[in-house]
């Protein structure tokens, strides 16, 4: 078992940015990966695994007896990949050979890489399956939580809001569904295909407790990770983010969803990055 991590605020917002450059070397080394979404959603993976003493079974046994993380956004893997590794569940060289014939770490997580609860290859399944692993946390009288991270274009699958449906009426307070509330899909804006705004009306309506917070903000997110309340309703808190979060030209913007830099932009993105792991490094040590 590992141990669990409750870090401050300045050392979340550094090992975050240490993970964005990771992030960006493998996705450079592998010649693809969805890079705006990883980013999106660094800062709340970090804050969940290093901020909100979430402990987990580096091993196989799936025990009730830890924590669960289920990234459903699986397209998002080089996030949890980077995490993984900085846990010591994967060796930090293996970054490098993501997508590569022959090994482990494709573009979407296996559930039998050290460290992943599930496999979530296909959208929208993940809520369903945090509900089945809350369920047997609850039946086994487990006090561990299960953790869902899912994509605001993957929440309109149908398979979610069944699942939705049905882990208030099991009472499954040890549920906490996270939305990386990016407002954008492969394509296009999310708020053009549905409104995000009426996620957490949608989800209250159906007896979740719902919070919002913002996603890059590791202060905030460290408040309303620590701060979920002991009841009977799941959790869900909407991360309100940006996609493509640390790069200047990549931020918002819709060709980065999966997409590659070229030389000039690589120079560029490693500079920015490289830039704020040394200025957080600096907040964090002080």
């Not at 924590?67 to 996030?79: E, M, P, Q, V, Y």
């Not at 846990?87 to 979407?108: F, M, N, P, Q, Y």
């Not at 708020?191 to 996620?199: G, I, L, R």
């Not at 903000?217 to 959790?235: C, D, I, Q, Y």
């Amino acid at each position: 078992m590992l141990p669990s991590y409750q870090e401050s605020p300045a050392q979340l917002a550094y090992r975050a940015s240490e993970a964005r450059l990771a992030i960006f070397k493998a996705i450079c080394a592998a010649g693809k990966g969805h890079i705006g979404g990883a980013f999106s959603c660094i800062d709340v993976i970090t804050s969940v695994y290093f901020g909100a003493g979430l402990t987990f079974d580096e091993g196989k046994t799936k025990s009730t007896a830890f924590d669960r993380f289920i990234l459903s956004k699986g397209h998002a893997s080089l996030a949890l990949y980077t995490t993984l590794a900085a846990l010591g569940c994967i060796e930090t060289s293996e970054l490098d050979t993501v997508c590569r014939g022959g090994a482990r770490l494709g573009e979407h997580p296996d559930h039998l890489t050290p460290g992943v609860d599930a496999l979530s290859g296909s959208l929208g399944h993940g809520l369903a399956i945090g509900v089945g692993m809350a369920l047997a946390q609850k039946m086994d009288g487990s006090d561990k939580k299960t953790f869902v991270l899912m994509g605001d274009g993957e929440s309109q699958e149908g398979s979610v809001w069944e699942a939705a449906t049905k882990a208030p009426n099991l009472g499954l307070g040890n549920l906490v569904a996270i939305i990386d509330a990016n407002n954008q899909i492969t394509l296009d804006k999310t708020e053009d295909m549905y409104q995000v705004d009426n996620f957490g009306a949608a989800y209250q309506a159906l007896g979740w407790e719902v919070l919002y917070v913002d996603g890059h903000n590791h202060e905030a997110l460290k408040r309303t990770l620590m701060g979920l309340s002991v009841s009977s309703k799941p959790k869900l808190i909407v991360a309100r983010t940006i996609k493509g979060k640390g790069v200047s030209f990549m931020e918002g913007q819709l060709k980065w969803h999966h997409g590659m830099p070229n030389e000039h932009e690589r120079q560029i993105a490693q500079q920015e990055l490289v830039s704020q792991v040394k200025a957080l490094k600096e907040a964090a040590s002080c």
